[in-house]
């Protein structure tokens, strides 16, 4: 088992995830079969953004449905890929616009995985390549969506074999406390950390922690019995504020 962790930007905040997790690899075969992610273990009932990794062109294919049963169920989708690998398409409900990316050299890597986020947070339906919500962005639309987003499935167009990888979380949730600077609550202990995430699990690992503080000029990581607020934040750009979130 290994430990990692993301940092993804969401809506203006900052989330850490932390915890033990294993690579979660779901193979898609094609020709239009939909892969359930919930039956390997992916859940999107309660988040609005998602990493992942793909290997396989062209035409690789995500639907993000109303319901289990994806034959009647409301569905938004995203096609990766298309056109010879060099243009994307999103639809983000039933009866909404069909929205095409510009046209790039290759969207997908045909022989390596490629590392991408998805976010349909509100009314936004974006995706993009790399490894943080909203970096790289390539297409995006701002259009109401008519149904709560509760099932994902996976696949491909052709009878190309495709491989998505997701991460596997633990489900320890930081939201970072914004603007840079320490926190005036009660302080539970102080101690030394080498980094910002490393402070976070020394605050997972007590109960009554419900925050941290780290200065990276220093490694000092400050450990607090309540959430920080934005009101409680003493302005100071050596420091980072951290509260759990209890997602």
Not at 182 to 197: D, E, F, I, N, P
Request: proline share 3%.
């Amino acid at each position: 088992m290994e430990l990692r962790y993301s940092i993804n930007i969401i809506t203006g905040f900052y989330l850490l995830v932390c915890g033990s997790s294993t690579n979660i690899n779901i193979i898609t075969t094609g020709n239009l079969v939909k892969y359930s992610t919930h039956d390997y273990g992916v859940d999107v009932k309660n988040i609005s953004s998602i990493l992942f990794r793909v290997k396989g062109c062209p035409d690789g294919r995500i639907n993000l449905f109303e319901g289990p049963d994806f034959t009647t169920a409301k569905n938004a989708y995203v096609l990766l890929g298309g056109w010879g690998n060099h243009k994307s398409v999103m639809h983000p409900c039933t009866g909404c616009t069909t929205l095409e990316s510009e046209w790039v050299d290759s969207v997908l890597n045909c022989n390596g995985m490629r590392p991408m986020w998805m976010n349909w947070t509100n009314r936004s339906f974006s995706i993009g390549n790399g490894a943080y919500v909203g970096e790289e962005t390539f297409i995006s639309i701002d259009e109401p969506r008519d149904f709560d987003i509760q099932y994902m499935s996976v696949g491909s167009s052709y009878d190309d074999i495709f491989e998505w990888e997701f991460d596997g979380y633990g489900g320890n949730y930081f939201e970072r406390v914004v603007p840079y600077g320490w926190s005036t609550r009660q302080m539970l202990s102080s101690v030394t950390a080498s980094s910002m995430v490393n402070c976070i699990k020394s605050c997972k690992g007590r109960i009554s922690c419900r925050s941290i503080s780290y200065q990276n000029t220093t490694n000092t990581c400050q450990l607090y019995f309540e959430q920080s607020r934005s009101v409680d934040i003493h302005p100071d750009n050596t420091w980072e504020t951290w509260m759990d979130r209890n997602m």
